[in-house]
């Protein structure tokens, strides 16, 4: 089949936090954010009749530019996260605080789809991050490493990253520092990425539908 190569390119962001605990909601905060941005150029698949299907070409997919930072909080780092991700205050000491780095980081995700593992986790301590220093996030899709390893993998019993990362044959070790996560969650991605394209579900709109959703509105 005769496919076209399309100048557009889809962006994604995966993104991962380091956090004082497990829930914003008694009052956790983020301590530290990774991302990394990920191009995938379109390419034309003709499809039933005079349809056309814009896939993504994954083989060209690259890497870009990459955003990480500690996090200043006046808050105490719980045992169980300081035993997780190893930060501790001293770290933090001349990190900026959240409300500084996030209009950074708003500006570093635009137009784009962010990944995350476990991604409503990371999602709903960023926004609980921007409530507090009083911005938004604009609508936004993201898509959910797990779910999508849930659906094209249904075999495991288990979809940790740790051991996602294992079965597919990724020799890296999780450090559970955010930049490292993200670099693991991103080789996750590309891996799971490469099963999809063989199974012909490599368009934006089935990950979506895969594993996908959107703040702001339901897909």
Partial sequence: MKTHTSKETCRFVVFDVETTGLSPG?????????????????????????SRIRALDIRRLTKGKSFSSLVKVDEDISYGAFLVNRITPAMLQTAPRAEKILPEFLKFIAGSCLIGHNVRFDLGFLLHELSLAGLTLP????????????????????????????????????????????????????SLLAIADRRDLCTHSDLLQLCGGRHGRKV
Avoid: C, K, W
């Fill in 26 to 50: 008694y009052g956790d905060r983020i301590i530290e954010i990774g991302a990394l941005q990920v191009n995938i150029p379109l390419v034309i698949v003709p499809g039933s009749g005079s």
């Fill in 139 to 190: 609508e936004v899709h993201f898509m959910d490493t797990v779910r999508l390893a849930r659906r094209l993998l249904p075999e495991l019993r288990r979809y940790s990253l740790a051991s996602l990362i294992y079965f597919l044959g990724i020799d890296r070790i999780q450090e559970h520092r955010a930049m490292s996560d993200v670099e693991l969650t991103y080789l996750v991605f590309r």
